[in-house]
């Protein structure tokens, strides 16, 4: 299993037989820098996508036969788009996940608890969401977690237990900083790439060819595209025999401490 430990041996033990070899035959000297770009190109990998379970596990999909998948959104709460999204939610009669950034949440305080109120589950997307947040130190990271977690508390009365790391990305630090703060990572395995495609077609078309049983499917509730396809995405779900289940109640997860 391709792992960062596993990953960590097997490239210890090539540059160990490697030296080994060099006293008895002339190993050219690219040989090592190549071994070391193989080893990044690993670790590359294993950092930026999030169902590598490189450094830790984490839960992107459900393992069911049944028709069924989980919605999830990032990045609110937000005065653009997320009341909207609510109010496609509601009218459909759909549950969903939203892993919000706790920065936003001063003086959105009122969408926030509308998001509970309304029967979603809320996830930790981080405080700060920051650029470098991936070089942040585990302590540093998981202050950062705690912050998101104060202010939801403070806001709802609630802890989340869920966790999306910011940008999908994961690392060892990422990794202590979850065990620690004792939260459950989860990531998706059908990333819409709303943020990107503004083509509304093109996005629905994306995202109807990949839902499988226990998809967990990625969007924005910052998302103007999401926002205009959402009610036809929904429909064609349905249509297509599908159940939209809560996120942690299709992954049987408890979502608050």
């Known amino acids: 299993m391709l792992n960062f430990r596993n990953t960590n041996i097997l490239f210890s033990v090539g540059l160990i037989a490697l030296i080994g070899c060099n006293f008895f ?3 050219p000297f690219y040989i090592y820098p190549a071994l070391l770009f193989i080893y990044s190109l690993v670790l590359f990998y294993g950092c930026y996508f999030v169902h590598s379970n490189f450094f830790l596990p984490v839960i992107c999909s459900a393992a069911t036969a049944k028709k069924e998948m989980a919605l999830s959104f990032d990045d609110g709460p937000a005065v653009a788009y997320t009341p909207e999204i609510l109010t496609i ?3 459909e009669k759909v549950k969903a ?7 936003r949440i001063a003086g959105n305080e009122k969408i926030f608890r509308q998001i509970h109120e309304e029967g979603h589950v809320i996830g930790n997307h981080s405080y700060s969401h920051h650029f470098w947040f991936d070089m942040f130190s585990s302590k540093k990271m998981l202050a950062d977690l705690k912050m998101m977690e104060d202010v939801m508390e403070k806001t709802t009365g609630l802890q989340p237990r869920l966790f999306r790391p910011p940008y999908g990305v994961t690392n060892p630090n990422l990794r202590k900083a ?3 703060g004792r939260y459950t990572p989860i990531g998706w395995s059908v990333r819409s790439l709303d943020t990107v495609i503004e083509d509304e077609q093109k996005l ?4 109807n060819d990949s839902i499988k049983p226990g998809a967990v499917t990625l969007f924005h509730d910052t998302s103007k595209t999401t ?3 959402l009610p036809l995405f929904l429909r064609q779900v349905k249509e297509s025999g599908y159940e939209i289940v809560r996120l942690d109640k299709m992954l049987n997860l408890q979502p608050y401490a």
Do not use: D, H, V
Request: positive net charge; glycine residues 4%.
């Open 97 to 103: 996940a939203f892993f919000c950034i706790g920065s």
């Open 178 to 180: 979850i065990i620690k």
């Open 89 to 91: 939610l509601r009218e």
């Open 204 to 207: 629905l078309k994306k995202i």
């Open 25 to 27: 035959y002339k190993i």
């Open 227 to 229: 926002l205009a396809i």
